[in-house]
């Protein structure tokens, strides 16, 4: 034990011995055992050389109860390894950590500790449908839609059916996602920057959308990517641990490499091949084949990876191969509402062949798998549009999704009925699992800790212009915030939405957001006003 305070880097805390302990991790030895078998939260130990002490602290274990280490790190100083957004020297950390667990467990709790190389790290995958409202599942008790291979995939982790993003438009949605910031935050609030007066009048006359083609308008667009280069990405906190990214499907960003990926479908050529994806929109609708080369390439190299799979799917064009119409055309009236049951059932099928070729490769019990929808979407009964209070809206069809984790064998599988989760958790999710503490200034919690997810009673949200208003001003773009307390949903237009008035719906008993309660409670309304302006 004296080798641990030696061999620790220099700048690391050490207290004199007799400090009282400044948190609850701060634990001695002696007590170790105790506080696993208690919380199987925290484990940690207690090193001392001469009158210094150091704190050794294990606290991501590989699910609850589970004596599977994850991560271990020291409290002190040696935090900003760990905590910034270039983490790198775990080995060596993991090494002397491995040891005195080892030591003081007897080495059956750190049998198959994930930390010890980067080889042994899960992979992870997310996978990203595109406007799907949250009902629209068979394990979510849709009448119709079929979606077997993500109802298996529900059935297998930890699954949130009270799931929400914070903003039911696309590019801010999914620049959450990859961030784990709230579109306020990292700056991308809508989907297509400003339109200078210049280029409007160029292109007034000309066919619709052609000012996406406009070399000044394209300057702007790539302008306004400095929003992207400036937030820290998922890829970016992974590659120093050593994984691999790959972007696939949408992504409004630019090339791949703004987000920090290393490889990538979109190429960014915004004046050639369009706005959202270009080439990456392939995915899925035409095969797997670039994520299968890439699969096939970590699997040779033993390196971990990351996959981005956000096929444009269900997204428009609702055009399902025939088989998949002729199965949904008579269960509604409606052509337009077939067409996109069909899609829905087109996505969970290529989510199924990437669950394969996952499976195919030996990699599933390795690879942690992530699931969320970037917004809702109702489908308008005559045309293939979204109707009202679905994408766009504040409205449960627009922000309202299902939130999955699963990795089998590390995850217990639960279905959660009850407890808010947010698209905002899940980088700090997909960290804590790969072991790596979440840094300071993420606004999420792990959805793999119960004890935070139980502790957090309300989460928030804000939706934006589809348009962006400004530049660098997100308040000019903001339409509405929203917060769910408890069952308590309120609803608060900003003074852009001209004569409208707060809305407050009681979830429980009224999913569809059918009963305005906002004059029957206001001090409801007020009380959680007062708690949104807090948050
Ligand atoms: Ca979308």
Redesign the pocket.
């Known amino acids: 034990m004296a080798d641990i305070i030696s061999s620790l880097p220099s700048g690391c805390d050490r207290r004199p011995t007799g400090d009282k302990p400044r948190s609850r991790r701060d634990y001695g030895i002696k007590s170790a055992e105790r506080l696993f078998a208690h919380n199987s939260k925290f484990l940690t130990a207690q090193g001392k050389q001469g009158n210094a002490t150091g704190f050794l602290e294990c606290d991501s274990f590989a699910a609850p109860g589970s004596r599977r280490v994850l991560s271990c790190s020291v409290n002190c100083s040696l935090a900003p390894f760990f905590h910034s957004p270039t983490p790198q020297p775990e080995n060596f950390i993991m090494r002397t950590f491995s040891f005195v667990l080892l030591a003081i467990l007897g080495g059956a709790i750190i049998s198959g500790n994930y930390a010890l190389g980067n080889e042994t790290r899960p992979n992870v995958v997310m996978i990203l449908s595109?406007?799907q409202a949250w009902g629209d599942y068979s394990f979510l008790g849709h009448p119709q839609i079929k979606t077997p291979r993500l109802d298996a995939l529900a059935a297998s982790g930890l699954t949130f059916t009270r799931g929400y993003v914070p903003d039911s438009l696309?590019r801010p949605?999914l620049a959450t996602i990859i961030s784990g910031l709230y579109p306020h935050q990292h700056g991308i609030v809508g989907n297509d920057p400003p339109i200078p007066e210049s280029v409007s009048k160029r292109t007034r006359q000309g066919t619709p959308g052609a000012h996406h083609r406009d070399p000044e308008y394209v300057a702007v667009r790539n302008d306004y990517l400095r929003h992207a280069k400036a937030m820290t990405t998922l890829p970016e906190y992974l590659a120093p641990l050593g994984y691999r990214s790959m972007q696939s499907g949408k992504w409004w960003e630019g090339n791949f490499s703004v987000g920090g990926f290393d490889e990538g479908m979109t190429v960014g050529n915004f004046s050639k091949d369009g706005r959202h994806g270009d080439v990456g929109l392939k995915i899925g609708r035409e095969g797997l084949a670039p994520v299968e080369t890439f699969l096939d390439k970590c699997s040779s190299t033993k390196q971990p990876f990351f996959l981005w799979y956000a096929p444009m799917l269900p997204?428009t064009p609702h055009d399902p191969p025939a088989e998949l119409l002729e199965k949904y055309k008579d269960k509604t009236d409606s052509l337009s509402i077939a067409k996109y049951w069909a899609m829905c059932e087109r996505f969970d099928q290529t989510c199924g062949e990437l669950l394969d070729a996952i499976e195919k490769r030996g990699m599933t019990n390795n690879t942690i798998i992530v699931y969320v929808t970037?917004?809702g979407w109702i489908t308008d009964p005559n045309e293939s549009r979204y109707a009202p209070r679905s994408?766009r809206s504040p409205n449960e069809g627009g922000i309202r999704t299902p939130i999955m984790v699963s990795w089998p064998g590390h995850i217990a599988p639960k279905r959660d009925d009850t407890h808010l989760a947010s698209s905002i958790d899940l980088v700090p999710t997909i960290l804590d699992l790969v072991g790596v503490k979440v840094p300071a200034g993420l606004p999420g919690i792990s959805l793999v800790d119960a004890d935070a997810v139980n502790d957090r009673k309300a989460i928030v949200g804000e939706i934006f212009e589809h348009d962006i208003v400004a530049m660098d001003d997100p308040n000019a773009s903001l339409m509405y915030r929203w917060m769910i307390d408890g069952t308590y949903k309120l609803i608060a237009p900003t003074a852009r939405m001209k004569g409208e008035l707060p809305q407050l719906y009681q979830l429980d008993n009224d999913p569809a957001e059918d009963h305005d309660l906002a004059t029957e409670k206001p001090q409801v309304v007020t009380a959680l006003m007062k708690k949104l302006d807090e948050a």
Do not use: Q, T
């Open positions: 595109d406007d696309c949605s997204h970037d917004n994408k």
